[in-house]
């Protein structure tokens, strides 16, 4: 399999808090649920389940076979950050002989939900595990969220959003970027104005989606608005500014991402990325 988390997205039609559970709990197919009893969720909501047996409900971005045979139906564009997955080993994928067909379509796909890595899947190895819905279900639907206008940004990890009546301030959640200079903060961090200048390419005057975490507090000590941050087209930014090596994973209070933000910050140190590559000033 690929290496988990390489790009930032998810499907912008349901962008919706996705979180993971460490572990998976292996459960025997003569223990397995009857189809009336089956949990129906979105694939969203697929990390919280791990270990539980349900109908998993999503948009197939797209399907990817690699050089061993293995197949996966990935539902965002970038698999490494979706909170769901799905996987058709090389011995299993004779009996899905055409698994380009699920590409754009809404799927139901039922199994044992798993953790790998931080991200939650189902395998399938049988045919009556997935099928096509003929239209996205009404549940999906009602969980799009509203977007907003960012119209600052201070700094890598906060930024200051349009909400309608007011203007928030918004601190990403899970992640810290070296200091800039401020008036409580008179020196520039190394790698501080570098990470500023990213998340402005990334932030400024985008639409954006704001996802809380029921682990955090809604708002820090700041009346900050604590938010994962979500572009329109699905870029998780928290996640990218980790991934490029412009955020650190912050440690210091426990969220639901921080399994994957960890891993992200690993493949960035490994591969010298940003503020890992060694200061050239």
Request: with cysteine.
């Amino acid at each position: 399999m690929k290496d988990f988390f390489e790009k930032n997205k998810v499907p912008v039609t349901i962008i919706v808090a996705a979180f993971t559970i460490a572990g998976s709990i292996w459960l025997s197919k003569t223990a397995l649920p009857s189809q009336q009893s089956v949990k129906r969720i979105d694939y969203t909501e697929a990390p919280n389940h791990v270990g539980e047996y349900a109908c998993v409900s999503g948009k197939i971005d797209h399907v990817y076979t690699s050089q061993k045979g293995t197949i996966f139906l990935n539902f965002c564009p970038d698999y490494k950050t979706c909170p769901f997955g799905t996987t058709i080993f090389n011995k299993d994928a004779y009996k899905f002989p055409n698994p380009k067909q699920y590409e754009g379509e809404i799927v139901e796909i039922t199994g044992l939900i798993r953790a790998y890595q931080g991200r939650s899947q189902i395998i399938l190895d049988d045919l009556s595990q997935i099928k096509i819905l003929s239209h996205e279900p009404s549940s999906i639907k009602k969980e799009a969220p509203a977007t907003y206008r960012v119209v600052e940004v201070i700094d890598g990890d906060t930024i200051k959003v349009d909400i309608g009546e007011n203007v928030e301030t918004v601190r990403l959640i899970g992640i810290d970027t070296p200091e800039i200079a401020n008036p409580h903060h008179p020196k520039d961090d190394y790698f501080g104005p570098e990470a500023a200048r990213y998340a402005k390419q990334l932030l400024e005057r985008k639409l954006v989606y704001l996802i809380p975490d029921p682990m955090q507090s809604n708002r820090d000590k700041y009346n900050r608005l604590l938010r994962y941050v979500f572009l329109e087209d699905g870029t998780l930014i928290n996640a990218k500014l980790i991934k490029e090596g412009f955020a650190f994973n912050y440690i210091y209070e426990p969220f639901q991402f921080m399994k994957q933000f960890d891993y992200l910050e690993k493949q960035a140190k490994e591969n010298r990325l940003g503020l890992w590559g060694g200061e050239t000033k």
